[in-house]
C-alpha cells in the first residue's frame, strides 16, 4: 500500500483556506490479487496522479466544493488511465456530464453506481 496525498488547489474556504490542505488527509494506492487500485480521498485532480502507472481500478470524488468538478475529474481519469473508473461522492452533481467527457476515451471504462 503507498499514501498519496489528497489535497485542494482550486477550490477552497471563504477565508481562503483550501477545504483540504496537502500534509492532512490521503489516498492510497494498494494492491489486491495483482490489481492495483487507486482510492483518491478527498482531492483534486493534483499533480501526483501524473505520475501513476499500471492502475487498473480508481475510485475519483466528483463533488463541489470540497473535491473535483467533472471537468477536474476527467483530467485526473486520463492523467492515471485506469482500466476502470469508480466517480464517487457525487452528490447531487450531474454525473452524466463526466460520462460525456469520457465518452471518447475507450480504454477507460467509466462505471457509475449508486453508492448511497
Known amino acids: 500500500m503507498n499514501a498519496v ?15 483540504h490542505p496537502k500534509g492532512e488527509g490521503n489516498g492510497y494506492i494498494i494492491t489486491i490479487k495483482g490489481k492495483k487500485i487507486y482510492i483518491a480521498g478527498d482531492t483534486e485532480n493534483i ?3 501524473k505520475q501513476f502507472k499500471g492502475i487498473d481500478i480508481t475510485f475519483l470524488p466528483v463533488n463541489l ?10 483530467d485526473a481519469a486520463r492523467a492515471v488511465r485506469p482500466k476502470i473508473f469508480y466517480p464517487y461522492h457525487y452528490g447531487d452533481t450531474e454525473i452524466s456530464r463526466l460520462t460525456e467527457l469520457l465518452k471518447n476515451d475507450k480504454d477507460i471504462e467509466v462505471r457509475v453506481r449508486d453508492m448511497q
Open 5 to 19: 496525498p489528497a489535497y485542494n488547489i482550486v477550490h477552497k474556504r471563504d477565508n481562503g483556506q483550501p477545504f
Open 65 to 74: 466544493p470540497y473535491t473535483m468538478t467533472p471537468e477536474m475529474a476527467a
Open 47 to 49: 499533480p501526483e496522479m
